[in-house]
């Protein structure tokens, strides 16, 4: 019985007609009333800050070798220690922070914008680009996801790259691997859509494909893209972390979160030394928590099908 | 005659996010011993809300339920103040409801005799074997054919009146001394409508059973009731035993209701319908919520709300159109 | 129903055939190989092993070779253990079982019992709680909170062992030797199950909320039901109709053991097998438990549609 408050709201937002700028406005202000998603929105800009912004007040950014300094645990100098070259891990976590975001958000663009292209062309145009686009699709998705990381990352390794430049073959690694999923829900929600009123107005009208898909159909898709953007982001960086802890991803000298956790596979790093890889595991865990919860509220918002 | 139901002053207020919505505003009621009672009214008058106060069914799921005050006297006790398990051991027992939508309303993952034999067990403590054989009867005096296979089947095998014939087994079988009907015959085909009916009216007369009966369809009032309560944006506006209130209706929107029912051989050019809209229930302020709708509508109207006072014989309204009779009589 | 399984088995096995060969060809295109990669070999004794093993044939060729001998139930022969490769399989793939087994068992009961509870009280602080948690549970990278409580619980406090199936040298028989299992699977259980219970939570709760508001819950309150039983006999059975699918998804995990944990625990399963094996480039393992992999997610998607037919029965009759 408590429908009756929401029937009241839901009266605003009813219909099928194609979004409107209120709808926005009014997702916008819902949002900003979900304290938890806000809480979330905080971290995050919070992790942003602190990686992009925190190294210029950092004195030790030169990443010099510091012989003196090597191994030393958390003091007044170093918050979070020295590694075994003597570096600041406080700032090292910033740096390397840099870089897990960026790959995270970097390969999150590419899946997406892989996965909604090809997923709208398949459910859009079926037939033939259809079955192509969405037989591709199964077959990725048949071949376990870390196996088949495992395999791309030996792959590319091959290419020779230069150490510096390993973070793109991980995003591109990423997208490969991300983009069947993100597709299939994109077919199914333009599926979804191409059979509603609106859609079929346009049809009636006469109006050409192109036109179809750019003015009616893709504003749409957006806010579902939208939500699994925000979602998408986590993921790819807790697979970078894990594909960079395997030494498969993103290597030293450039820092990751996960390749700092790399220094617990040395045994006395792991039981002596925890200020060296426990700050890079809770960094990844405050970043991907933070975006899920983020997420999760944009999804209320702009969700338009009921949760599942 | 004794009262078997009483509601005195009930309210049922929602918070949602604009404001409160008062969905039912000090209604009171009674039922007595074997009668029918109708509650007509809109959709969004406040009808199902009512109803579903006396099962306790208000918001049960929603951490923040509803505000609920007055009293709701069945039988000699306030419902409202009994807990959980006091009310569990009334509900399905002694006050029993059937829904407008029967496509929905049973469980479609368990088969139908189960869901008979359920409140059964339940309240009548039958053993199994004995609730299967009861609920297989039970079936069977709903008029339904072939009731062992009917009890083995599940819900969506079974067309809408047929199931309807099943949440009216479910209903009396613990012999329940009210049955509140929400709608019970919205949902279905009008010559199924009249079997449902009829089959209600049957029950109530074997078993000296009290039925509350809520709906928009004066149809089925003038069919069932003998005790019309009509309904406006959550409050009674009108009530009456049934042939004075059909002949001599006193409130404008009980007269509207009336007006747009279709009478067979007196064909009208149009049909009738009451100007306007139901007001926003966000929106209310002091007024007669009818005013902007009245055709007789006069400046207090605007600004003041009219009380339920008795006018006539057994007969109430609520309209400063009869104040004023009183006023100056 | 019988007409929808063939044509889906059919579709399966085309994509199987399809999935392997690419997984083969991958592969065939990986960098280096066993024989290179051993320093112990003469140049001479390398050509003369590719000859042996085939490995300089074309890829097409050898995958036919590949597929016949898969298909007579031959996965090859492991170049670095020696042993064929089903008896490997064999030898392992029940200790990942036991662990995937274990907690898959746990996260299921944990994740219907609070998704159940936090959906009947939505919106209280205690489902707030829930899925802050749930979040948590999603939002943790498994070998580090598997390297964290190592840390915290093997290492400073000595409460279980760090890793590993049995002690080092451990001779135990019988009851002892179960104890020690036990004793080692603690930990690993605990984190596979973490790691599991949030989205399945989730799932359920979202489930549960949807189900809690219809009809037939109404009527079930309103025929006087008990509460326990509304939720666990009336909502419950509703909602875990979709959740059901998800068992199916589960069927590459309970096999396939889990690469990262088994790994960071040191538990002699099938996928620190396979990440043993992929350092040495022992090929024949690796696409055979690639493939193997393949094959449960798809009998596990296939078996989801099915089981999703039969507990529905709106759908069971069509």
Not at chain 3, 33 to 45: A, S, V, W, Y
Not at chain 3, 155 to 171: C, E, F, H, N, R
Not at chain 3, 179 to 205: C, D, F, N, Q, W
Request: charged content about 20%; aromatic content about 8%; hydrophobic content about 45%.
């Amino acid at each position: 019985m408590s429908t009756i408050g929401s029937e009241i709201t839901k009266a605003g937002t009813a219909g099928t007609a194609p979004v409107r700028s209120s709808m926005w406005r009014q997702a916008a202000r819902r949002l900003l009333k979900n304290r938890l998603a806000m809480l979330g929105l905080a971290v995050v800009v919070f992790m942003f800050a602190f990686c992009f912004i925190g190294p210029l007040f950092s004195p030790y950014t030169d990443n010099k070798i510091h012989l003196a300094q090597m191994n030393k645990p958390p003091s007044p100098q170093h918050w979070l220690g020295t590694d075994a070259l003597g570096r600041d891990v406080l700032t090292r976590v910033m740096q390397a922070g840099r870089i897990s975001l960026t790959v995270g958000l970097a390969s999150m663009v590419l899946s997406v914008f892989i996965g909604s292209l090809l997923g709208a062309i398949a459910g859009y145009f079926r037939g033939i680009c259809d079955q192509i686009i969405m037989r591709l699709a199964d077959l990725l998705l048949t071949i376990p996801g870390l196996p088949l990381l495992f395999i791309l990352g030996a792959l590319l390794s091959d290419w020779k790259v230069p150490t510096e430049y390993r973070m793109y073959i991980v995003m591109l690694m990423l997208s490969l691997v991300n983009w069947p999923g993100l597709a299939r829900m994109v077919r199914g929600e333009v599926l979804s859509l191409r059979e509603r009123e609106f859609m079929q107005a346009a049809t009636v009208l006469g109006l050409r494909n192109r036109r179809k898909l750019f003015n009616h159909l893709l504003p749409n898709l957006v806010p579902l893209i939208i939500v699994i953007a925000s979602l998408n982001v986590g993921g790819a960086i807790l697979s970078e972390s894990v594909l960079s802890f395997f030494g498969l991803g993103v290597m030293p000298p450039t820092p990751t979160w996960g390749n700092m956790i790399d220094s617990a596979n040395n045994m006395i790093d792991f039981q002596k030394r925890p200020w060296l890889w426990i700050p890079p595991g809770f960094s990844i865990f405050a970043t991907v928590i933070a975006i899920n919860i983020f997420g999760d509220g944009l999804r209320d918002v702009l969700d338009p099908r009921p949760r599942k | 005659m004794s009262d078997l139901l009483e509601i005195d002053r009930l309210k049922v207020y929602f918070d949602t996010r604009e404001g409160t919505v008062k969905a039912v505003d000090d209604v009171s009621l009674r039922v007595r011993r074997g009668e029918t009672v109708c509650i007509v009214g809109e959709s969004g008058c406040g009808k199902s809300i009512t109803a579903m106060s006396i099962m306790g069914l208000v918001g049960s799921n929603a951490a923040a339920g509803p505000f609920v005050d007055g009293q709701i006297r069945f039988d000699g006790r306030n419902l409202l103040r009994l807990d959980r398990n006091e009310l569990r051991t009334i509900r399905g027992r002694e006050i029993a409801m059937i829904f407008q939508e029967p496509m929905t309303s049973l469980n479609p993952v368990l088969p139908i005799g189960e869901q008979i034999m359920e409140p059964l067990i339940e309240h009548l403590k039958l053993s199994r074997k004995a609730a299967r054989a009861r609920a297989i009867e039970l079936i069977r005096k709903v008029g339904i054919s072939r009731p062992e296979q009917i009890a083995k089947s599940y819900p969506h095998e079974l067309s809408g009146g047929m199931l309807q014939r099943i949440m009216i087994a479910i209903a009396i079988s613990c012999n329940p001394k009210l049955l509140i009907a929400d709608e019970p015959t919205t949902a279905l085909d009008v010559t199924i409508q009249a079997q449902i009916l009829d089959m209600m009216r049957q029950f109530k007369a074997d078993s000296n059973m009290s039925i509350l009966l809520i709906t928009h369809d004066l149809g089925v009032v003038a069919e069932m009731a003998d005790y019309v309560v009509v309904m406006y944006s959550g409050k009674v506006v009108e009530e009456g035993e049934v042939v004075e209130l059909f002949t001599n209706p006193k409130h404008p929107y009980t007269r509207g209701l009336l007006k747009s029912k279709p009478v067979i051989n007196q064909r009208q050019d149009e049909l009738y319908s009451i100007p306007g809209q139901v007001p926003n229930p966000l929106e209310l302020r002091p007024s007669c919520y009818f005013h902007e709708r009245c055709e007789r509508c006069m400046d207090v109207c605007r600004t003041r709300e009219p009380r339920l006072r008795e006018v006539g014989d057994n007969g109430k309204v609520a309209c400063w159109l009869y104040e004023e009779a009183v006023v100056h009589a | 129903m019988s007409a929808f399984i063939t044509k889906r088995l059919l579709y399966t096995v085309v994509i199987l055939f399809a999935a392997s060969l690419l997984i083969f060809s991958l592969y065939a295109l990986t960098p280096g190989d066993f024989i290179t990669g051993n320093i112990k070999l003469t140049p001479e004794r390398k050509a003369e092993l590719r000859e042996i093993y085939g490995l300089n044939k074309p890829v097409l060729e050898r995958y036919a070779i590949w597929l016949k001998n898969a298909l007579h139930g031959d996965l090859g022969y492991s170049m670095a253990q020696q042993k064929p490769v089903l008896t490997l399989f064999n030898q392992y793939i029940w200790n990942s079982f036991l662990l995937a087994a274990v907690s898959t068992f746990l996260t299921w009961v944990t994740a219907v019992i609070i998704g159940c509870v936090a959906a009947y009280k939505q919106y209280s602080w205690f489902d707030t709680l829930v899925m802050v948690a749930i979040f948590a549970a999603m939002s943790l990278p498994s070998f580090f909170i598997g390297l964290f409580l190592i840390k915290i619980l093997a290492v400073d406090w000595k409460l279980l062992p760090p890793g590993g199936m049995i002690a080092t040298g451990s001779q135990a028989t019988g009851l002892a030797y179960v104890k020690e299992v036990i004793h080692h699977m603690t930990l690993p259980v605990i984190v596979m199950t973490i790691m599991g219970v949030g989205s399945l939570a989730r799932y359920i709760r979202g489930s549960m909320i949807d189900v809690i508001k219809q009809d037939y819950i109404r009527t079930a309150r309103a025929k006087g039901l008990k509460e326990r039983k509304v939720l666990f006999t009336h909502a419950l059975r509703n909602a875990m109709l979709p959740a059901i699918t998800l068992v199916g998804f589960e069927l590459p995990a309970l096999f396939g053991g889990s690469l990262i944990i088994e790994k960071i625990f040191n538990w002699p399963g099938i996928g620190q097998l396979y990440l043993t094996s992929f350092g040495l480039r022992d090929y024949p393992l690796l696409m055979g438990f690639t493939v193997l992999i393949a094959i449960l997610t798809v009998i596990g998607t296939l078996l989801s549609d099915i089981l999703y037919r039969v507990a529905d029965p709106r759908v069971r009759l069509q």
